[in-house]
Nanobody, 126 residues
Framework: QVQLVESGGGLVQAGGSLRLSCAAS????????MGWFRQAPGKEREFVAV????????YYADSVKGRFTISRDNAKNTVSLQMNSLKPEDTAVYYC???????????????????WGQGTQVTVSS
């Protein structure tokens, strides 16, 4: 049974930082691209960042480029998202997700992922 468990969310002031982590179990972690998505109230789930299974590449949404950094540790089955210079518009529930096969397009869409975590709330106050 695949489990993805996010942690690290919370309340932070604008300009601050948070580090989200996702612990994976029940899958061969190194075979999966790992991504982060977010969903704000009343909005669709949107792509944030993804890293390939051997850390060969990473993609970011334009809205977070230069502020967020994705990383993964295949030995520990974890993927992290370092979020700096946070803005109120970053407020959302953040989800970790895993994709075993993908295209350049699907890896940036929620439908391209096979497994999801339960999410962790990030709130940025102005």
């Amino acid at each position: 049974q695949v489990q993805l468990v996010e942690s690290g969310g919370g309340l932070v002031q604008a300009g601050g930082s948070l580090r989200l982590s996702c612990a994976a179990s029940g899958l061969t972690f190194s075979n999966y691209a790992m991504g982060w998505f977010r969903q704000a109230p009343g909005k669709e789930r949107e792509f944030v960042a993804v890293m390939s299974w051997i850390c060969a590449w990473a993609y970011y949404a334009d809205s977070v480029k230069g502020r967020f950094t994705i990383s993964r540790d295949n030995a520990k089955n974890t993927v992290s998202l370092q979020m700096n210079s946070l803005k109120p518009e970053d407020t959302a529930v953040y989800y970790c997700a895993a994709a075993s096969s993908y295209s350049d397009y699907s890896i940036r869409t929620a439908g391209g992922y096979h497994h999801w975590g339960q999410g962790t709330q990030v709130t940025v106050s102005s």
